[in-house]
C-alpha cells in the first residue's frame, strides 16, 4: 500500500496537469451517469403516464344538443376503416325511461350500455371488454354478445349479477324469468355480469334508430395518434357539426422523444469516453515508470500482479472521487434539474446511487484491466530492448 500511496503522491508533485484532468474525468463521469439515470427515468414515467392517457378519446355534447343512433352510424361511417380498426372499444349508452327516481336508482340503473367495434365498416363484439371479463371472472353466467350479435342487433341482453336488487329497480320492465323490455322490444337475457354498476348491456344496432344517447367514446389498442384524433374530429364536423366537445389533449412530440433519446445516448457515450480518456492519461503515467516495472520485474513481480498494483492505485484515485461527485450532484439535482424534470428526484435512491456506482467501477476495471495488460507487456518488451532485465 505505501508504495502505491507513494506513486499517487509522486504523481500529484510532477505531473500535476494530468492528475487534475484525470479528476475531473472521474468526476464528470459521477455526474454525467447519475444524471444520464434520472434523465431516463423522468422521461420513461411520462411515456407512461401518456401511454396511459393517452388511448380514450372521450367526446361529450355541445349544451343543448343531442345525438341518436342515425347520427352516430353517420358520423362512424365518415372515419376510415383503418382508424376504427385501430380503437378496441367503442361506448355510450341512452337512459331508460320508466325507471324509478329514488336516489341511486336512476344513477345506477337507469341507462342501457353499449360496448362494440367497427372492423372494416361491420358492428362487432368487443373482445377487449369480453377478455377483461373473463379474466376477471366478471361474467357470472351465460355468454358475452357474439359478433353476430352485433352486426345483427339481435334483440339479446346481458345484466347485472345481483338479480334481486336488479329486480327491484327495473320491476317496470323486467317480463320474465329470461327476458326485459327495453325501448319497445323484448330483449332475451343470454348473460349476466358484474360490472358497469348494474345497467343492462345490449347490441348497438338494436336500438330504434331515433334514439337519444350520450356521446359516443373511443378506446384504442396503442396510443391515440394526432392524426387519428383529428381525423375524428373533422368525421364529427362532417357527419354531425356543432354536436360534439372534443377534449384538448397533449400529444407526444416526436421531436422531444428525438431529443431526449439522443441526450441519453450522448451521456452514456461521455461516459464511457470520460473513462477511456482516463485508462488513456494514466497509461501515459505508466509509460514514465518503465524503470520502477523493471525494478518489480528484477524482484520477481509477474504482470499479473504489476497490472493489479497499478489497478489498485486507480481504484484509490476514482473511488473517493466518484463518490464526492455523487454527493455534490443531489442538491443540484434537488434545486435546480428537478424543477425542468419533475419526475428525476423521485428516481433515486441509495440502492441507485450504489448500483451507479458499481456500474461505474465495473466498466473502470473492464476497461482498466484490458488497457493496463497491454501497456504492462509492451513496457516489459521495451525494458527487454533496453537491457534492464
Known amino acids: 500500500m505505501k508504495y502505491i500511496l507513494r506513486n499517487i503522491r509522486s504523481l500529484i508533485k510532477n505531473e500535476p496537469l494530468i492528475f487534475a484532468v484525470m479528476i475531473v474525468c472521474v468526476f464528470a463521469s459521477s455526474w454525467v451517469l447519475t444524471f444520464a439515470y434520472g434523465l431516463y427515468q423522468n422521461y420513461n414515467v411520462q411515456k407512461t403516464e401518456a401511454d396511459i392517457e393517452g388511448k380514450e378519446l372521450r367526446l361529450s355534447l355541445c349544451e343543448g344538443k343531442s345525438v341518436t343512433r342515425t347520427d352516430l352510424e353517420r358520423f362512424f361511417a365518415e372515419i ?10 367503442l361506448y355510450c349508452d341512452a337512459e331508460l325511461p320508466g325507471f324509478p327516481t329514488e ?64 329486480n327491484e329497480a327495473t320491476l317496470a320492465i323486467r317480463t320474465g324469468e329470461n327476458t326485459i323490455r327495453l325501448f319497445d322490444k323484448e330483449y332475451e337475457i343470454i348473460g349476466t ?12 344496432l338494436s336500438i330504434p334508430e331515433n334514439l337519444e344517447l350520450s356521446a359516443p367514446s373511443f378506446m384504442f389498442e ?5 392524426s387519428q384524433y383529428e381525423e375524428i374530429r373533422s368525421a364529427a364536423r362532417i357527419a354531425v357539426p356543432e354536436t360534439f366537445v372534443f377534449p384538448d389533449l397533449a400529444f407526444p412530440d416526436s421531436e422531444n422523444i428525438y431529443i431526449y433519446n439522443n441526450i441519453l445516448l450522448i451521456c452514456a457515450l461521455i461516459a464511457v469516453l470520460t473513462v477511456i480518456n482516463f485508462a488513456s492519461l494514466y497509461n501515459y503515467i505508466i509509460s ?3 524503470r520502477q516495472l523493471a525494478v518489480f520485474k528484477l524482484c520477481g513481480c509477474t504482470s499479473f500482479k504489476a497490472t493489479g498494483f497499478y489497478l489498485a492505485e486507480c481504484a ?13 450532484y443531489i442538491p443540484v439535482m434537488k434545486f435546480f434539474l428537478s424543477p425542468i424534470f419533475p419526475y428525476m428526484e423521485a428516481a433515486y435512491s441509495p440502492i441507485i446511487y450504489t448500483v451507479i456506482f458499481a456500474l461505474y467501477i465495473i466498466i473502470l476495471v473492464i476497461i482498466m484491466s484490458f488497457t493496463l495488460i497491454r501497456s504492462v507487456k509492451k513496457n516489459t518488451v521495451a525494458i527487454w530492448k533496453e537491457g534492464a532485465l
Open 80 to 89: 376510415s376503416d383503418e382508424t376504427l380498426n385501430a380503437a378496441n372499444l
Open 222 to 226: 396503442k396510443n391515440l395518434t394526432k
Open 103 to 166: 336516489p341511486g336508482y336512476k344513477e345506477n340503473f337507469g341507462r342501457a350500455a353499449f360496448r362494440f367495434t367497427i372492423h372494416n365498416g361491420q358492428y362487432q363484439s368487443s373482445s377487449y371488454i369480453k377478455e377483461i371479463w373473463e379474466e376477471r371472472g366478471q361474467i357470472t353466467s351465460g355468454r358475452f354478445f357474439s359478433d353476430d350479435d352485433e352486426k345483427n342487433g339481435a334483440n339479446v341482453a346481458m345484466v347485472y349479477t345481483d338479480m334481486g336488487k336488479w
Open 288 to 290: 514514465k515508470r518503465i
Open 316 to 328: 484509490i484515485i476514482c473511488v473517493p472521487v466518484f463518490m464526492i461527485g455523487t454527493v455534490s
Open 193 to 204: 355480469y358484474n360490472s358497469f354498476g348494474g345497467t343492462p348491456l345490449i347490441p348497438f
